[in-house]
């Protein structure tokens, strides 16, 4: 069976976070199932490559998509590293960082500025609308477009994911609303629909540790890179219009740093213009053309020749 280059991004993933809990393998039990759970990973991708064809109609979805399954294991596992870890220096980082790029930390004065009710629930609905616009779009692309469709999307939305969790492994950051030097704002929409929503699912589902890059405005972008490629332009422009509208919302609602949610657009866009091309090439076209390497080492074959 042949291997997908999604697979060998899980099983890098899966090698890069075997070397971050191997340090605490001596003190912490929760980092020797941590290891074996990666090491499972990389057994997964052994029986890929080396098992029959999929016969079955569910096992063959299941091979396509297992990846993005995967990412709910990894994210759960974030919050028990960075609860082992700490964050404390790398959230005094980020916020330092924060204020001298872009004069003031945002998510602490912009909704104390702007305290209206319309507005808070507006940047809160935004925020919310990302938990209801992910999994619909992946859904269809996965299962109603076929099986190249379900492949580059698995592809590119993976990438993106573990390329924000690699970071959160090595250098957790919590954000501004987990920080004491930044109290959140309650206002007059504390008690709004969808800021309750929100509370809801990151006391349910929030992993600590996962602030920079924001995920939130990653996966938007990407959800609208696909749509680009695979829908009708008005959806394209909708789910780009959310796409521009998470990045303040993430501020506003005090879930992230203005930097995290740059950071998150500027990781997506890294995946789906430059990485994602670079996978998807046969072995012999992986070059590095920014450096000229590709050009020279074909001038040096034709000369050969």
Not at 7 to 12: G, L, R, S
Not at 166 to 184: D, H, Q, W
Not at 280 to 299: K, M, Q, V
């Amino acid at each position: 069976m042949t291997l997908l280059p999604v697979d060998w991004v899980v099983a890098f993933y899966n090698v890069t976070l075997i070397g971050v809990w191997l340090p605490r393998a001596g003190e912490s039990a929760v980092a020797r199932w941590m290891i074996a759970v990666h090491a499972a990973g990389l057994g997964l991708l052994w029986l890929l490559a080396r098992g029959p064809s999929l016969e079955w109609r569910l096992t063959r979805a299941l091979r396509e998509v297992y990846p993005i399954l995967w990412l709910l294991v990894f994210w759960r596992e974030l919050g028990l590293h960075c609860g082992l870890v700490g964050s404390a220096p790398n959230d005094a980082y980020v916020a330092r960082l924060d204020q001298a790029l872009f004069g003031a930390n945002w998510s602490a004065v912009w909704a104390p500025a702007m305290p209206t009710g319309w507005l808070s629930e507006l940047m809160q609905g935004v925020y919310f609308a990302y938990y209801v616009a992910c999994p619909l779009v992946l859904l269809h692309l996965l299962l109603a477009r076929g099986r190249d469709t379900a492949r580059e999307t698995t592809l590119r939305m993976v990438l993106v994911y573990t390329g924000a969790y690699l970071v959160y492994a090595i250098a957790p950051t919590v954000g501004p609303m987990a920080m004491a030097e930044f109290p959140r704002f309650a206002g007059p929409a504390a008690s709004g629909l969808f800021r309750r929503l929100n509370d809801w699912l990151q006391a349910t589902g929030d992993a600590a540790g996962t602030a920079f890059p924001s995920t939130h405005v990653a996966g938007a972008v990407t959800l609208a890179w696909l749509a680009w490629r695979h829908y009708s332009q008005r959806l394209a422009w909708l789910l780009s219009a959310l796409a521009l509208l998470i990045a303040p919302a993430t501020v506003y609602t005090q879930n992230h740093f203005l930097l995290d949610a740059v950071g998150g657009a500027l990781l997506a866009w890294w995946c789906q213009s430059w990485l994602v091309p670079f996978l998807t090439r046969s072995p012999a076209e992986r070059r590095w053309p920014a450096l000229g390497f590709g050009t020279r080492l074909r001038e040096t074959e034709a000369e050969a020749a």
